[in-house]
């Protein structure tokens, strides 16, 4: 868009160029700088996205685990017993069955 507008400068007397030139720059930059900022936001959707997440247990027998994570009901598996309304932590995603862990972790015992 910059190069387009220089050519305004060919076409038209220096003056008149420089005034409409100095708004299309703006406008431009502008657009190129909120365009690297969107680029640079964290993923919003998609595998990536869900990891770190927080969701909530809705059922729990033996290792059939069920959590709802914004709205949607997935399966899930976890090394620890969970309770249902306990709340889980997204460490992975695989295919359609989320990794889970507590949201509390009990601290484990350091190395004597």
Request: glycine letters at 8%; a positive charge; hydrophobic letters at 50%.
């Amino acid at each position: 868009m910059l190069l387009i507008a220089l050519l305004l400068f060919l076409l038209l007397p220096w003056p008149y160029a420089l005034a409409l030139y100095i708004p299309i720059a703006t406008v431009s930059l502008l657009g190129y700088w909120k365009m690297w900022q969107v680029q640079r936001r964290p993923a919003a959707v998609g595998e990536r996205a869900m990891i770190g997440g927080r969701a909530d247990v809705i059922s729990s027998k033996g290792k059939e685990i069920e959590v709802r994570y914004r709205g949607e009901t997935w399966r899930a598996i976890s090394p620890h017993t969970l309770q249902r309304g306990q709340a889980v932590v997204i460490e992975g995603v695989e295919g359609l069955t989320l990794r889970v862990v507590p949201l509390s972790q009990p601290a484990e015992d350091p190395v004597q």
